[in-house]
């Protein structure tokens, strides 16, 4: 089985986008200053244990730029690098929800201003989100295919406890229900190697298959610069899953998920000058292709154990 007439065994949301626009469809990563009730005391003050001081942000334009212009620098870049000529905004660092709305609608709508911009995605919690937010929200996406993504990392409260995340699997859920409520488009990020066995991992798997979820962002555990994740593998406190380890399991997890949620990430790289361990993520394309090929030697594809009843 291939998806969106590619030769992916899994329903790639890059490949989903260009089907729906007709080009390659970028995102522009932007960070609007916004903070975490995680770390500024609301919730607790020191964060999930993975989370460093960009707040998981990537690729970071500077929150010295207004919107407008990190928008504008963005499109530019992407344009004169892979010829992109649409574009969604990406509110990634932090919690890009944690403002009051009329705060909200200001950043939100300067961020739709570039005329090849399709699309928004705001990266927040579940906790994080009210009737109002949403509503606006919805409203944005009468115009614009607009996402929202949460971080739920795994269904299992002691695994959330343990990482710090300062929510429980309930809190998700309330959240995630009010956000379907409003139509509104809804990724999940998980992260294995979150010391879980093998049956747990696959657990959030038929989770969130039976929740019908409409995107996924699949990451690997990794411990970065200045994070408490990475002191606690300096103390040899934990470990973390090897590249085949990660890979086998990847398609196990694929394997349980609705053909049509659309798959955002299987692996991510990180910054490599922060990059602690493990080394190995640091190779992200080696990675996908060896998942391409171990659905391949399976013959199976994400949907294969999806349980239809």
């Known amino acids: 089985m291939f998806f969106n007439n590619t030769d992916k065994r899994y ?11 007709g080009a390659k469809v970028y995102k522009i990563t932007l960070d609007a200053g916004f903070s975490c009730p995680n770390r500024d005391g609301t919730i607790s003050t020191g964060g ?26 963005g ?17 990634q660092a932090y919690t890009n929800t944690y403002k009051p709305v009329n705060e909200l609608e200001k950043i939100y709508k300067a961020s739709l201003t570039h005329p090849d911009i399709v699309g928004l995605s705001i990266g927040t919690r579940p906790d994080c989100v009210d009737d109002d ?5 919805s409203d944005i996406s009468k115009d614009y295919y607009t996402w929202i993504e949460y971080g739920l990392q795994s269904i299992h409260d002691k695994t959330l406890k343990k990482i710090n995340r300062g929510e429980t699997f309930d809190t998700f859920l309330r959240g995630y229900e009010k956000t ?3 139509g509104i488009n809804t990724c999940v990020h998980v992260i294995l190697g979150l010391w879980e066995t093998h049956d747990e991992m696959m657990q959030t798997a038929q989770k969130l298959a039976e929740l019908e979820i409409d995107g996924v962002k699949i990451h690997m555990l990794c411990a970065l610069e200045n994070t408490k994740l990475a002191k606690m593998y300096e103390n040899k406190e934990v470990d973390f899953m090897t590249e085949d380890e990660y890979i086998q399991t990847v398609c196990d997890f694929l394997e349980y998920l609705p053909p049509k ?9 990180g910054l490599k000058k922060e990059l602690i361990a493990p080394r190995w993520i640091g190779k992200k394309l080696d990675c996908l292709n060896k998942i391409d090929k171990e659905l391949l030697r399976r013959n199976s594809h994400q949907g294969y154990k999806y349980n239809h009843s």
């Open 48 to 73: 999930c244990i993975f989370c460093d001081g960009s707040g998981s942000f990537s690729q970071a334009h500077s929150n010295l730029l207004s919107i407008e212009e990190q928008v504008k620098t």
């Open 261 to 269: 949620t659309t798959i955002h990430r299987l692996a991510g790289n």
């Open 11 to 21: 329903n790639q949301f890059s490949a989903y986008l260009k089907n729906k626009f």
């Open 75 to 91: 499109a530019e870049t992407l344009s004169k690098r892979f010829k992109a000529e649409k574009f969604m905004a990406y509110f």
């Open 180 to 182: 379907k409520s409003y």
């Open 133 to 137: 937010k949403l509503k606006l929200i």
